[in-house]
């Protein structure tokens, strides 16, 4: 029985944000998704964290070949159309075609190498180095502008699949793309398209993510879960110990190169912003 048999069943189109199963459900379909985007995600703090993103051709709810209850929930990101199969059925397709048999292993392996990525990525870095990695990411394929910044094929109405792209939670992700915005690496046109910074800022961000974790002894992130104050509370404090330690810094007569480097990417991306930092983008 090969994959086009399976087009027989019943497809249906389901409009975006309709949840099509949650975490701990019984399962028992298993869903090709044939137009559209659906979200694997995971609830983290009371928060939904997308964990994959599938798009045309793309399977899904593979626990219901296991018997095991689901693991994450799924959800449309946009109007999607999708191929519902029942565990009997998709169990005997695959037992009868080798075809069919090949490519479900091969999605399925490429989803797990795809996790691995983002599972390494994440190790040791922090929201803000995880967002500009998902920029530069998008950016790969952007529209390049004449001073050199990238237009990202995205508008004013997915900017939640920046958040998704990074592995942030919806509040990171807000907060992340604030710091972004006053850092001038991510803005919006006057069409409501969202462009990235050239190559060159690009490279300065990711040296000043780095060095911030290797020299910055004050992690917002780690603050805020201490303290239980928001990233945007804490960001206001860090800001002005920041402003503290840089006016100090200023007459001293010499520094180790990378400490030098650090503070003046430091103050560049942080440094000339006044008042709160905003908690949305603009």
Request: with cysteine; hydrophobic share 40%; net charge negative.
């Amino acid at each position: 029985m090969e994959l086009e048999v399976l087009e027989e069943q019943l497809s249906r189109t389901v409009p975006a944000g309709t949840v099509l199963f949650r975490e701990g459900d019984e399962p028992r379909e298993v869903y090709l998704v044939q137009r559209g985007e659906i979200h694997l995600q995971k609830t983290v703090r009371g928060e939904a964290l997308c964990l994959a993103m599938l798009r045309e051709g793309d399977f899904f709810g593979e626990e219901a070949l296991l018997g095991d209850r689901r693991a994450v929930g799924a959800v449309a990101a946009r109007e999607s159309r999708l191929l519902s199969i029942d565990r009997a059925r998709f169990l005997k397709a695959v037992n009868e075609s080798e075809p069919l048999r090949r490519r479900v292993f091969e999605r399925l392996g490429a989803r797990l190498s795809d996790l691995y990525q983002r599972l390494a990525d994440q190790v040791g870095s922090d929201p803000l180095t995880r967002m500009a990695q998902a920029l530069e990411r998008l950016a790969a394929s952007g529209e390049v502008l004449p001073d050199g910044r990238r237009r990202l094929a995205l508008t004013a109405a997915e900017d939640a699949l920046l958040t998704a792209t990074a592995g942030l939670l919806p509040s990171q992700g807000r907060w992340v793309a604030a710091r972004l915005w006053q850092a001038g690496i991510l803005g919006r046109d006057a069409e409501g398209r969202l462009w990235v910074a050239g190559e060159k800022d690009l490279v300065e961000f990711r040296r000043y993510c780095e060095l911030k974790r290797r020299m910055d002894p004050i992690i917002p992130e780690d603050l805020a879960d201490v303290s239980g104050l928001s990233l945007a509370e804490v960001e206001v404090l860090t800001r002005r110990v920041m402003r503290r330690h840089l006016d100090a810094r200023d007459g001293w007569p010499e520094f180790p190169t990378a400490y030098e480097t650090y503070l003046r990417l430091k103050k560049r991306f942080e440094g000339h912003v006044s008042g709160e930092p905003a908690t949305e983008s603009p």
